[in-house]
């Protein structure tokens, strides 16, 4: 079994994923968000296999990815100032919103929005993406 995981994300808005490892498969996908958060699962030359939020998997050519880490959220969600359920919500987010990334500790990821300038954190359990391995 291949073990190797990592996560990256799209580079640009307009980002096909294909059939195969190659611009001569069909594209079964095309995101229109950058910032994507998007598991790897296999390399093969220039082409990464990916899997997306939505448990989709296809090719992508590795220019069109970014090894900035983010996640998206799989429901309405809050941050938090610190990492307990006792101090300050500073934003409230909506469901298929992306952010960046810092990393993960117990249940809590941090994480920052430079959109809108927040830096703070978020229970694992209602994001997806890098950091936030399912693996237990």
Known sequence: ???YIDYKSTKKNNANMRLGPGKRYEIIWNFTKANLPVKII???????KVETPDGSIGW???SLLAKQKTIIFKKNDKIYKNN????NIIAHVDKNSILKIHYCKNQ???VESNKY???GFVQKNNIWGAFVSSSK
């Open 60 to 62: 992508m050519k590795g």
């Open 42 to 48: 296999k390399k093969f030359d220039l082409w990464y």
């Open 108 to 110: 809590w990821c941090k």
């Open 84 to 87: 307990n359920l006792g101090s």
């Open 117 to 119: 300038r927040i830096i």
């Open 1 to 3: 079994k291949n073990s």
